[in-house]
């Protein structure tokens, strides 16, 4: 189930870059996607996959997509990558070739 909802999330925002006709951007996005798929799948198949507080729902996205309101569809973006950068960095933190290392959390964001 998890890993179906990374893909979900992922098609999500290769979608929404697609949208923006911007060859550019839609390749970055394309480019982190499979990044960040390499990493969730390291994390998905650990033992010490941390959960921690539910990701934001897909029922969320659903209503402000459909309203196209950009402003909400970019602060739940904001919100599920600091929630998903948390859940990795905890779990990272429980690995034993990680306990000994130190490993820094990104400031939060502000809204621009």
Do not use: C
Not at 19 to 27: A, M
Not at 28 to 33: C, D, F, H, T, Y
Not at 51 to 78: H, I
């Amino acid at each position: 189930m998890v890993r179906l909802t990374n893909e979900i999330n992922a098609d999500r925002f290769i979608f929404l870059a697609e949208t923006t006709r911007n060859e550019y951007i839609i390749s970055a996005v394309a480019r982190l996607s499979g990044e960040l798929a390499r990493v969730w799948t390291l994390i998905i198949d650990s033992e010490l996959l941390d959960f921690g507080e539910p990701l934001l729902s897909l029922d969320m996205w659903k209503d402000d997509l459909l309203r196209r309101d950009g402003e909400k569809v970019a602060e739940l973006a904001r919100r599920y990558i600091e929630q998903s950068h948390n859940r990795v960095l905890r779990t990272l933190a429980r690995w034993p070739s990680v306990i000994t290392s130190e490993v820094i959390p990104l400031p939060k964001t502000t809204p621009q």
